[in-house]
């Protein structure tokens, strides 16, 4: 499918791909990394086309996965952030008509060096950009899988209904999006005083809010949370280097404390622990 939206853009498709040993991964992750490639590789080609090209190969130690394009390149200008959340061209936050988050790099990152990986991007304005991932090679795959340790699945948990509180909207809307996409309902507001009225009259599973904002921070809001439902469940998310802020955050009964740039899997592994800490609490009464 991926070939013929690529082919529908006028983009030419070159493949130099080597056979390489077995290794152990995560085959969904490491596709949805290189589905990524393939997409910003797409959109950096929009409208003229050009030529795409994927190249597989290994070493006695690393398979290496590269995908190259011939678009407009990454501007200097966020080149040493790409791979912070929220860092794009795309969409709104970008200033373009082209759908973007700014996590798709983030996520492909985390997901990279979680398997031991490292990640390359050699990129020139103009003349294109190529993305490469290393990955380890594991000698005998069989053997390790067998003394791997189990993984326990984690838990499921339903669709909640979230509150977003943070004066940066991009993030907001950004952040909103991913989780809409999985299946949570959210609602998102820039303002703390409105979002404690809106928890007031409708009620939220679990509430992520900025701690730095203008009139009422996160701590303060917290409190007032807490104050109108001691059961609440909130989640702080910070983007300065704040001292004792975890503490003072735990002290007033915040659940987390995510320091930015974040990936999307903490926010959902925190969100996954907020809910089921709720519920344990309700099912100890």
Not at 10 to 39: A, H, M, W, Y
Not at 133 to 149: G, S, V
């Amino acid at each position: 499918l991926m070939e013929i939206e690529l082919r529908k853009h006028n983009i030419k498709i070159e493949r130099q791909i080597n056979p390489v040993p077995s290794t152990i991964c995560d085959s969904g992750q490491i596709s949805q990394v290189f589905l990524n490639f393939l997409t910003n590789a797409r959109d950096a080609m929009k409208p003229n086309g050009g030529t795409l090209t994927v190249y597989l190969d290994s070493d006695d130690k690393r398979i290496t996965l590269a995908v190259s394009d011939t678009g407009c390149g990454i501007p200097d200008s966020i080149r040493d952030k790409i791979f912070e959340p929220f860092v794009t061209t795309k969409g709104a936050l970008g200033g373009s008509a082209t759908p973007g988050t700014g996590l798709g790099l983030s996520v492909s990152y985390g997901i990279v060096k979680s398997h031991g990986g490292t990640f390359e991007v050699d990129s020139e304005p103009g003349k294109g950009t190529t993305m490469t991932i290393h990955l380890p090679i594991t000698e005998n795959a069989q053997q390790a899988a067998a003394l791997a340790p189990a993984e326990q699945e984690p838990e499921e948990i339903p669709n909640l209904n979230l509150l977003i509180v943070d004066d940066d909207v991009s993030i907001s809307k950004s952040l909103q999006a991913l989780l809409e996409r999985i299946g949570h309902k959210v609602t998102i507001y820039a303002d703390a005083l409105a979002a404690l009225d809106a928890y007031k009259a409708r009620g939220f599973d679990v509430v992520l809010t900025d701690m730095a904002m203008p009139g009422m921070n996160g701590i303060e809001l917290l409190r007032e949370l807490r104050a109108y439902d001691p059961d609440v469940r909130v989640l702080l998310f910070t983007g300065q280097a704040l001292p004792n802020l975890v503490e003072e955050a735990g002290r007033a009964g915040a659940l987390s404390v995510l320091h930015k740039p974040f990936e999307l899997n903490e926010v959902l592994k925190a969100i996954r622990n907020a809910y089921l800490h709720r519920r344990a609490a309700v099912v100890g009464s």
